[in-house]
């Protein structure tokens, strides 16, 4: 599940909430109680066992940051191994990808079009080049638009929308020189409370 293939509403239906996908938040909320499907408005929710609950919060996780299974397992293989709550280990490693870093310092307005920016070799990291999404910043990485990249047209207007931009406390950002920098090891209060970490976690421990 690298990539998200056809309707991104139906999948935020499907699980009953915004998983981020769509840059129009508002269009997304106003269908999200109703299931996707010709009956969905008259179909009801059906009870979940504990098994289920844990399955869904794993693909909501694997869909929200457009990664495979593969990925996610050796993720929460990582935070199981560190010192701390795993569940709030896990969530910053997800959020330290490079391709989350360049979505939340406002670079792209979805990860999806962030994780193809990457890709597409537009940033450099520490003034290195870095083309890999899943790549784990550092406190102290310094995120660049790439000089022969800064007017390609998906960065029109971008200095813009940094200056708009709602960051968040362990980034700062620098709209004029766009660039952008990690400060600290994102916080609990920084997470998006979209999926039950716990549940993840006790999902592959008993496997």
């Given at each position: ?101 360049v979505y939340r310092l406002g670079f792209a307005l979805t990860r999806a079009q ?94």
């Amino acid at each position: 599940m690298g990539r998200t293939i056809g309707p991104k509403n139906k999948l935020a239906r499907r699980f009953g909430v915004n998983l981020g996908l769509k840059t129009n938040s508002a269009k997304v909320a106003r269908r999200l109680n109703q299931p996707p499907g010709v009956h969905g408005p008259k179909r009801r929710r059906k009870n979940t066992s504990s098994f289920g609950k844990q399955l869904i919060e794993k693909q909501k996780a694997k869909i929200v940051y457009g990664i495979r299974e593969k990925q996610l397992h050796r993720y929460v293989t990582e935070a199981t191994r560190k010192e701390g709550d795993s569940g709030v280990v896990l969530q910053q490693l997800l959020e330290r990808r490079m391709d989350n870093v360049v979505y939340r310092l406002g670079f792209a307005l979805t990860r999806a079009q962030a994780r193809q920016m990457v890709s597409h070799n537009l940033f450099e990291l520490n003034e290195k080049k870095m083309n890999i999404p899943s790549h784990i910043v550092s406190v102290g990485d310094v995120i660049f638009v790439k000089k022969n990249k800064v007017n390609k047209g998906i960065f029109e207007g971008v200095e813009e929308r940094l200056a708009k931009h709602d960051l968040q406390s362990w980034l700062s950002v620098d709209p004029k020189a766009k660039t952008g920098k990690v400060l600290n090891i994102p916080d609990e209060k920084d997470f998006d409370r979209v999926f039950d970490v716990r549940l993840i976690i006790e999902y592959y421990a008993s496997r």
